[in-house]
């Protein structure tokens, strides 16, 4: 007599699908939150002011 009927192999290989999904996930979760830090400081220059004037064009006499 058996107490615990037998899994199907469907199931088990659900459940081994289900387990592989969720440990990329932590890893994945864990990259981003620790691993993907990059250390490189590129230094930021201050804005340049550009002045525009609005003149009518005049063209140059020959």
């Known amino acids: 007599m058996r107490s ?3 899994e199907d192999k469907n199931v088990r290989k ?3 699908i289900a387990k592989v999904l969720v440990l ?3 890893g994945f979760i ?3 939150i ?3 830090k990059d250390e490189t400081v590129v230094p930021v220059q201050p804005m340049q002011l550009i ?3 609005f003149e009518q064009f ?3 006499q020959p």
Do not use: D, I, M, N
Request: hydrophobic share 50%; aromatic share 10%; net charge positive.
């Open 4 to 6: 615990v009927p037998r």
């Open 14 to 16: 659900a459940k081994r």
């Open 51 to 53: 002045e525009l004037s």
């Open 24 to 26: 990329l996930a932590l």
């Open 34 to 36: 620790r691993g993907h």
């Open 58 to 60: 005049v063209p140059p």
């Open 30 to 32: 864990f990259w981003l």
